[in-house]
């Protein structure tokens, strides 16, 4: 009797183990698949962005070109009499806007650059998690 009462206290023990490790390799399957789950919300919020900032960056260049032009302008108004006063007044200010102008298509330009950085990380991110999860399933850890 006793080692029967042995025999089966050794076999559940296993059996536990077993359910251990596949408790273990299901959790370890839900947290993939929640993560992959964040970044592809994430991936969707930053690619509605997208539009947006590219609009911007069209904006923000056609608004410097524009003061850029401006300030050629002022500059040689300013170059055919470098006496007055006004003219170089007006030189000053467009060629301040222009200066202006410019840093914000930069930044326009920019800011467009890292998102789409940030987006093309998350893309590999995402094909990372999915092959995970996809061998995490394929080994017996899924359903």
Known sequence: ??????????????????SINMLKDQKQVIEVSKRLNERKLELAKLENELPGRTEEVAKTAEQAQKSADANKEAAERLGSNAQDKKAARRASKSAGSAHRDAKKARRASD??????RNIESLKKKIADDESKLSSLQGSGGGR
């Open 1 to 18: 009797m006793a080692i029967v009462l042995i025999s089966l206290s050794a076999s559940a023990q296993v059996v536990s183990k077993d």
């Open 111 to 116: 800011n467009l650059d890292k998102l789409n």
